[in-house]
Each structure stands twice: as structure tokens, then as C-alpha cells.
């Protein structure tokens, strides 16, 4: 069965009090709602990396991560840490997470590729082009798979030169990072492809623009997770290991509807 991985995002935007409270007990009791809805993998992240979004000081991102990592390994969870920083990463995978979470590859931080090699961590490399901020500004491209997928390969031989062998490797196209509306959509066709290329992949489509573009000016949340539970069965049945998805229950039975059809799995 597809690998769920469930969101707890740490960042004032996802879990407020209207301003920059961001509560641990919050994020842990939502990390263990979405391990007890069938969550395999939960992806705790301290800097939003939203289209647009600024970046955080380190420091802020340990202090919000640091103890819902801890509380969620110590209950069982099998963590991953969603960041570009190594000094982050090192941090979280002592407190226990088992995945580094890069959107960036490796490249937003020099030192993110040695602190996964001296330890015995999975890692996420997403295709990435530069910071949130700007990201729009770099979706250029002539032949779009074709080129995330060289980028991908660069990041994968730089893993390799850091002593992380390619099973300890997942691959993610990065939706929605340096592509703008219907290049996502060109992505996700090409999941074979990346499929093909040896690591395992990871698809991330959860919520983003791209989903409520195609939806029409303002779907409700509900709509977004509905639309998110279908691509992500589309993405399973092209060759994804795994996906990355906030509503964990719509996308869960939407994964089993798809393997009881494919007689993969039995209840
Ligand atoms: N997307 C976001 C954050 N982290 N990690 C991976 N591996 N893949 C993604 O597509 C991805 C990610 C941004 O989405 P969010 O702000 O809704 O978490």
C-alpha cells in the first residue's frame, strides 16, 4: 500500500492564534490524530514554504519543531523533518525523526547532505530552484521534465558524493516549486518517468494552488482535500511510494478504495 505521509506543520499560519503563537501540544495532538487515522510517516516542518513565503531564522524553526518531533517519536511515529536547514536536521533527527524532508535537494544548505550521510537517515530531495519568495520567477523552462529530472539527478549524484547510497534516497518532483499552473499537472503526467529513474518518489500536491486554480476562484478546503484524495491515487497508480497529504483520513480511504479495485489489498 501507498505510503501516507501526514503534515503537522508548525508555523503560526497553520496552527494560530491569529498572530505568531504556535502552540506544541496543538501540533503533537494533530500529529497523533493523523497517526491514529493511518498516517505511516509524519512530516513535521517549522518554516512554510509557501509560494511567497519568507524565511525563518533557524533558530525559531528548532524551537518549533524540536519538542512535537520529540513527543511524536516518543509515541511510536515514525518522523520526518521538513526542512532546508542542516543544523535543523541534525537537531530533529536526535530528538528522533528517522527522514530528512528537503524540498530543496540539498542545495539550500551546504552542510544538508553530510548531516544526512553521517547518519543512517533517509532523505527526501525535492527539484528545487530557489527560495519561496521568488520561486514563480524561476519556472522557465524549454522541455520542463526533462529538466527537473537532470536537476533531480545532479542532486542524487551529490547525495552519492556525500556517501548516501541511492535505496537510502527519495525522490520528489516538487510540485508546485519553481512551476507555475498546468506545469504541475505536465509533471505529474511524467510520474512514470521519475518512477523509472531508481529511487523511490514521493508526490506532494496537497491543498496547493495549482488544485484550486483548476477548481474554479474559492474551493473550500473540503473540495481541495477531495481533489487531493484523487490525485493522490493517480499518483500511487503511476509509480509513487509515497504521498504527502494534510487531510490524512480522505486520502487513506481513497488509497484503499484504489487497492481493493486493484485487489492489492484486502480489509
Ligand atoms: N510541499 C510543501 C512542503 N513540504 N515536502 C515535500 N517533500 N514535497 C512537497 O511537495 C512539499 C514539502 C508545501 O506545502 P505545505 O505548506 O502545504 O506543507
Redesign the pocket.
Same mark, same amino acid.
Given at each position: 500500500m501507498t505510503v501516507i505521509?501526514g503534515?503537522v506543520?508548525v &508555523?503560526p499560519d497553520?496552527f494560530s492564534d491569529g498572530g505568531r503563537f504556535v502552540d506544541p501540544d496543538v501540533a503533537i495532538a494533530h500529529g497523533l490524530r493523523l497517526r491514529a487515522e493511518g498516517a505511516d510517516i509524519l512530516?513535521v516542518?517549522g518554516e512554510? &514554504?509557501?509560494p511567497g513565503a519568507e524565511r525563518v531564522a533557524a533558530r525559531v524553526e528548532q524551537e518549533r519543531v524540536l519538542p512535537v518531533v520529540a513527543a511524536l517519536a516518543a509515541a511510536g511515529a515514525p518522523v520526518s523533518i521538513?526542512t532546508l536547514n542542516a543544523s535543523t536536521a541534525a537537531l530533529a533527527l536526535e530528538a528522533g525523526a528517522s527522514i530528512v524532508?528537503?524540498?530543496s535537494g540539498g542545495l539550500a544548505d551546504p552542510g544538508m547532505l553530510e548531516v544526512v550521510a553521517s547518519t543512517r537517515a533517509d532523505v527526501?530531495l525535492?527539484h528545487w530552484r530557489g527560495a519561496s519568495a521568488d520561486m514563480y520567477a524561476r519556472a522557465e523552462y524549454t522541455d520542463l521534465v526533462r529538466e527537473v529530472i537532470e536537476e533531480l539527478l545532479v542532486r542524487v549524484e551529490a547525495a552519492a558524493l556525500a556517501g548516501i547510497p541511492p535505496a537510502r534516497i527519495?525522490l520528489?518532483p516538487?510540485?508546485?516549486?519553481a512551476k507555475r499552473g498546468a506545469q504541475n499537472w505536465d509533471v505529474l503526467r511524467a510520474l512514470p518517468q521519475f518512477a523509472g529513474l531508481g529511487p523511490r518518489v514521493?508526490?506532494? &500536491?496537497?491543498?496547493?494552488r495549482f488544485l484550486g486554480d483548476a477548481l474554479g476562484d474559492d474551493p473550500s478546503l473540503a473540495d481541495k482535500d477531495l481533489a487531493t484524495a484523487v490525485t493522490s491515487v493517480i499518483a500511487a497508480q503511476n509509480g509513487a511510494w509515497a504521498v504527502?497529504v494534510?487531510d490524512v483520513a480522505a486520502t487513506r480511504d481513497a488509497l484503499r478504495v484504489a487497492a481493493l479495485w486493484e485487489g492489492t489489498w484486502t480489509p
Open positions: 505521509m503534515i506543520n &508555523t497553520s512530516d516542518g512554510s &514554504t509557501r521538513d524532508n528537503d524540498v527526501v525535492g527519495v520528489d516538487g510540485v508546485g516549486f514521493l508526490v506532494g &500536491t496537497s491543498r496547493k504527502r494534510h
